[in-house]
């Protein structure tokens, strides 16, 4: 069995700063790609950040500068730094993990505030 557990989501103004992370354990192994989507009221869920093994990393354009992803393989954990938050960040986050299967986060809440 798997879990994939986020954490690191709640309220913040608009231009402060969050870090999710996401921890991945259980029978999971190889873990090939970490990452994080967001899913707005009314939206359909859309890639925020992902990184491979290697490191190599893809962002959304509307995120791009903002937020950098990164990960501890050791721990089998990603992570999300957001900077400069928007109103528009204002979602709830799943972690989304691959490897010999693919496995989702049951989300965490960020809401952005004037």
């Known amino acids: 069995q798997v879990q994939v557990v986020e954490s690191g989501g709640g309220l913040v103004q608009a231009g402060g700063s969050l870090r999710l992370s996401c921890a991945a354990s259980g029978s999971i192994f190889n873990i090939n790609a970490m990452g994080w989507y967001r899913q707005a009221p009314g939206s359909q869920r859309e890639l925020v950040a992902f990184?491979?093994?290697?490191?190599?990393?893809n962002y959304a354009d509307s995120v791009k500068g903002r937020f950098t992803i990164s990960r501890d393989n050791a721990k089998n954990t990603v992570y999300l730094q957001m900077d400069s938050l928007k109103l528009e960040d204002t979602a709830v986050y799943y972690c989304?993990?691959?490897?010999?299967?693919?496995?989702w986060g049951q989300g965490t809440q960020v809401t952005v505030s004037s």
């Open positions: 990184i491979t093994a290697g490191g190599n990393t």
């Open positions: 989304y993990v691959v490897s010999s299967s693919h496995y």
